[in-house]
């Protein structure tokens, strides 16, 4: 609902708009040719002193939006930002022609203007464009929030993340420096002889993880697709293929719950390596995210919601069964059967259900007890084949997957393990979640016959891993809440 002092601006830039269409003004003009960008215009001129400026004589176009105005009558001093930064223009009535000065004087922060003109430097040292011409490129119709009180509220910064980003300078920041993490994981698996792919989104089958899919209909082909939860079986039917070395950064979708760590709609790393162990990718990892961290911060620790995280190599390696003990304080009869795990689980208020195995309730109580400790990288190792349903058998104890997750910052930052391949076991694998399925668990996986043939062609040993890229940004720019480094988040409907 607008309030009265909001309604009365909204009819100020309305009449304004008026005034400006019947002097022949058009509101929206198309394109603008730009020499310059503020950051360029301050490298290459800021550091020169008045005198150099009038020597080099040169005119330039520069655009981007008002963020401030103070208004002197016949002159005025105004700030615009465009996508590198902002810079400082002064535009004078004897300089510009008169009908451009009235448009000037129509104009209200929030608006994008393109101005000629030469730059100087003021009494106080700033550099400044001296206008010579003035075109509006936008006329904004609704006002920008207080300079002074800014856009604080967190609901309509995701909401509004548009007024967020005009608004909020380090949220720009997260989000080029987001772009420039995905850019560096790129080089890095490129430099590695990885190839980038892109599977299916939509899926006759989802698999790859255990998670409840979103379900479509796609008309004409008349059947049931799901967005998918997890590019997995695509990326090793590719390995399959002979692509030995295969990576793709892209979007999965799982119909969970929300909060702080968890969007529906996320980003994910997923790479696959023939020939390779998941201790291979243990050492792989380590290099990555030093990789990143040179290329993004220029050092190897930084800090996160108030501690520091050790990136240094090698990083600490532990057993589940090990941290459970030692870190999360479990006696031994907790591992000597369901019964006892579960009677623990229910002390400890860990909610459970008839389906969940001694292994669920293992992982269950590491959730609760371990993960929150795990600030420095740490590799968590020897987990039950139960709960890994696409993961290779050790060799020497058939109950245990060769697995590791990484936790850093108090949470799973990725997950690997020796790719199953052998398609009896896997066969069997997946009659078990379609039995855990029918029993009600909507978060088991579906029997994926095409891929169990894939199999039966046969998989060279392989190892692969998927990273959490959201949770990778959360540490690298200190961010509390995965809604902080995701664009558009998904927000409740307005109102429920």
Request: charge should be negative.
């Given at each position: 609902m607008?309030?009265?002092?909001?309604?009365?601006?909204?009819?100020e830039?309305?009449?304004?708009a008026?005034?400006?269409q019947?002097e022949?003004?058009t509101l929206y003009?198309?394109g603008?040719?730009?020499?310059?960008t503020?950051?360029?215009?301050?490298?290459?001129?800021?550091?020169?002193?008045?005198e150099?400026?009038?020597?080099?004589?040169?005119?330039y176009?520069?655009a981007g939006?008002?963020?401030?105005?103070r208004d002197f009558?016949?002159?005025s001093?105004?700030?615009i930002?465009d996508?590198?930064?902002?810079?400082?223009a002064?535009?004078r009535k004897?300089?510009?022609?008169h009908?451009?000065?009235n448009?000037?004087?129509?104009?209200?922060?929030?608006?994008?203007i393109?101005?000629?003109?030469?730059?100087f430097?003021?009494?106080t040292?700033?550099?400044?464009?001296?206008?010579?011409?003035i075109s509006l490129l936008?006329?904004?119709?609704?006002p920008?929030?207080e300079?002074?009180?800014?856009?604080?509220d967190?609901?309509?910064r995701y909401r509004?993340r548009y007024?967020d980003?005009?608004m909020?300078d380090?949220?720009?920041?997260v989000?080029?420096?987001?772009?420039r993490i995905?850019?560096?994981i790129?080089?890095?698996?490129?430099a590695?002889d990885?190839?980038?792919v892109?599977?299916?989104?939509?899926?006759p089958i989802?698999g790859?993880a255990?998670?409840?899919?979103f379900k479509?209909?796609?008309?004409?082909?008349g059947?049931?697709?799901?967005?998918r939860?997890a590019?997995?079986l695509y990326?090793?039917?590719?390995?399959v293929?002979g692509?030995?070395?295969?990576?793709?950064?892209?979007?999965n979708f799982?119909?969970?719950g929300i909060?702080?760590k968890?969007?529906?709609?996320f980003?994910m790393?997923?790479?696959y390596?023939?020939y390779?162990?998941?201790?291979?990718l243990?050492?792989?990892t380590?290099e990555?995210?030093?990789h990143v961290l040179?290329?993004?911060?220029?050092r190897?620790?930084?800090?996160?919601?108030?501690?520091a995280i050790?990136f240094?190599?090698?990083?600490?390696?532990m057993?589940?069964?090990d941290?459970?003990?030692?870190?999360?304080g479990v006696?031994?009869?907790?591992?000597q059967?369901?019964?006892?795990?579960?009677?623990?689980a229910?002390q400890?208020?860990i909610?459970?259900?008839k389906?969940?195995?001694q292994g669920h309730i293992l992982?269950?109580?590491?959730?609760?007890?371990?993960?929150?400790?795990?600030?420095?990288?740490?590799f968590?190792t020897?987990?039950?084949?139960?709960?890994?349903p696409?993961?290779?058998?050790?060799?020497?104890n058939?109950?245990m997957?060769?697995?590791f997750?990484?936790?850093?910052?108090?949470?799973?930052?990725?997950?690997?393990?020796n790719?199953?391949n052998d398609?009896?076991?896997?066969?069997?694998?997946?009659e078990?979640?379609?039995a855990?399925r029918?029993?009600g668990?909507?978060e088991?996986?579906?029997?994926d016959?095409d891929?169990?043939?894939?199999?039966e062609y046969?998989?060279?040993?392989?190892?692969?891993e998927g990273i959490g890229?959201?949770?990778?940004?959360?540490l690298?720019?200190?961010s509390?809440?995965i809604?902080?480094?995701?664009?558009?988040?998904?927000?409740?409907a307005?109102?429920?």
């Amino acid at each position: 609902m607008l309030t009265g002092k909001t309604s009365a601006l909204l009819e100020e830039r309305k009449n304004k708009a008026e005034k400006l269409q019947a002097e022949g003004v058009t509101l929206y003009p198309s394109g603008y040719q730009v020499d310059i960008t503020s950051s360029e215009a301050i490298d290459r001129f800021g550091h020169m002193d008045a005198e150099a400026l009038e020597r080099e004589g040169k005119s330039y176009a520069m655009a981007g939006r008002i963020i401030a105005l103070r208004d002197f009558g016949k002159a005025s001093f105004i700030h615009i930002k465009d996508r590198t930064g902002r810079i400082q223009a002064y535009i004078r009535k004897d300089r510009v022609r008169h009908e451009k000065f009235n448009t000037f004087k129509l104009m209200d922060i929030g608006d994008f203007i393109g101005i000629m003109g030469r730059l100087f430097k003021t009494r106080t040292g700033e550099l400044t464009l001296l206008a010579e011409d003035i075109s509006l490129l936008a006329k904004s119709m609704r006002p920008l929030p207080e300079k002074w009180h800014g856009l604080t509220d967190v609901e309509t910064r995701y909401r509004q993340r548009y007024l967020d980003l005009i608004m909020n300078d380090p949220v720009r920041e997260v989000f080029v420096l987001r772009s420039r993490i995905i850019q560096a994981i790129r080089d890095f698996f490129v430099a590695k002889d990885f190839l980038e792919v892109e599977t299916p989104m939509m899926q006759p089958i989802p698999g790859g993880a255990t998670a409840r899919p979103f379900k479509t209909y796609h008309n004409t082909l008349g059947m049931d697709l799901y967005l998918r939860v997890a590019p997995e079986l695509y990326l090793k039917r590719l390995i399959v293929g002979g692509l030995e070395r295969v990576f793709e950064i892209n979007r999965n979708f799982r119909n969970e719950g929300i909060s702080i760590k968890h969007n529906p709609e996320f980003t994910m790393l997923e790479f696959y390596m023939a020939y390779a162990t998941y201790e291979d990718l243990m050492a792989l990892t380590e290099e990555l995210f030093n990789h990143v961290l040179r290329e993004i911060v220029g050092r190897n620790i930084i800090e996160y919601q108030g501690k520091a995280i050790d990136f240094s190599p090698p990083w600490a390696k532990m057993p589940l069964y090990d941290a459970l003990r030692d870190l999360g304080g479990v006696g031994d009869e907790v591992f000597q059967g369901r019964e006892y795990a579960a009677e623990f689980a229910s002390q400890c208020g860990i909610p459970l259900s008839k389906r969940d195995s001694q292994g669920h309730i293992l992982t269950k109580l590491f959730d609760h007890l371990v993960e929150p400790l795990l600030v420095n990288p740490t590799f968590i190792t020897g987990y039950p084949t139960e709960v890994s349903p696409l993961s290779r058998r050790n060799d020497q104890n058939p109950h245990m997957v060769d697995r590791f997750e990484l936790f850093i910052g108090g949470r799973e930052i990725a997950n690997a393990f020796n790719e199953l391949n052998d398609p009896v076991d896997q066969r069997e694998r997946f009659e078990n979640q379609v039995a855990l399925r029918d029993a009600g668990d909507e978060e088991a996986q579906f029997m994926d016959k095409d891929y169990v043939a894939a199999l039966e062609y046969g998989m060279p040993p392989t190892a692969g891993e998927g990273i959490g890229i959201d949770r990778v940004v959360m540490l690298l720019t200190d961010s509390p809440s995965i809604r902080d480094v995701i664009l558009f988040p998904q927000m409740r409907a307005k109102g429920d």
